[in-house]
T-cell receptor
Framework: NAGVTQTPKFRVLKTGQSMTLLCAQD?????MYWYRQDPGMGLRLIHY???????AKGEVPDGYNVSRLKKQNFLLGLESAAPSQTSVYFC??????????FGPGTRLTVL | AQTVTQSQPEMSVQEAETVTLSCTYD???????LFWYKQPPSRQMILVIR??????QNATENRFSVNFQKAAKSFSLKISDSQLGDTAMYFC?????????????FGTGTLLAVQP
């Protein structure tokens, strides 16, 4: 099992550009999450999904969109990147109400 | 709203000694899990220990143990015989179940440095 994987691992964008981060899990988990990590602020929830075809907003959803068309994939989109979105992004999954398994993270810099 | 508070931004301990990291949380839910995650310089999030709220017995994993005080909403992590490899950021986290939330809420973290 690969567990939770994230693509890409690093990315540099210019302000206004768009991109999609891909999260994939091969553990047949129902729940998937996107977090961002900023110094001194811990991990903050952006969006999450409790099943294929469903998504919900977390603490800091503005400027991001998500989709869960397939159970194993959870995509995070930035339509028009801003410097405030410079962060490390983590994806996580869990079977249900249990331990979250995290991906390795994506470091995104917006210039 | 559910919150998790870690009041110690940084801590330091000598190798082989014991250190305790503090965490408090606030919730009106009765069914939940509490976690400690470790994040070394590699950035990978690693589960250290998990506690189910309905269990009175404190969880232990080798050198790691917790002091879970449900009434006080306190969940501290004790690391015994500290090793250099324990140097990392430690996050306390909370998730409720059975309700509509299903979200893992994190504290802001404690950076632990183990000194040789």
């Amino acid at each position: 099992n690969a567990g939770v994987t994230q693509t890409p691992k690093f990315r540099v964008l210019k302000t206004g550009q768009s991109m999609t981060l891909l999260c994939a899990q091969d553990m047949n988990h129902e729940y998937m999450y996107w977090y961002r990590q900023d110094p001194g602020m811990g991990l903050r929830l952006i969006h999450y999904s409790v099943g294929e075809g469903t998504t919900a907003k977390g603490e800091v959803p503005d400027g991001y969109n998500v989709s869960r068309l397939k159970k194993q994939n959870f995509l995070l989109g930035l339509e028009s990147a801003a410097p405030s979105q410079t962060s490390v992004y983590f994806c996580a999954s869990t079977p249900r109400w249990s331990t979250l398994f995290f991906g390795p993270g994506t470091r995104l810099t917006v210039l | 709203a559910q919150t998790v508070t870690q009041s110690q931004p940084e801590m330091s301990v000598q190798e082989a000694e014991t250190v305790t990291l503090s965490c408090t949380y606030d919730t009106s839910e009765s069914n939940y899990y509490l976690f400690w995650y470790k994040q070394p310089p590699s950035r990978q999030m690693i589960l250290v220990i998990r506690q189910e709220a309905y269990k009175q017995q404190n969880a232990t994993e080798n050198r790691f143990s917790v002091n879970f005080q449900k009434a006080a909403k306190s969940f501290s992590l004790k690391i015994s015989d500290s090793q250099l490899g324990d140097t990392a950021m430690y996050f306390c986290a909370f998730i409720s179940y059975g309700g509509a939330t299903n979200k893992l809420i994190f504290g802001t973290g404690t950076l632990l440095a183990v000194q040789p």
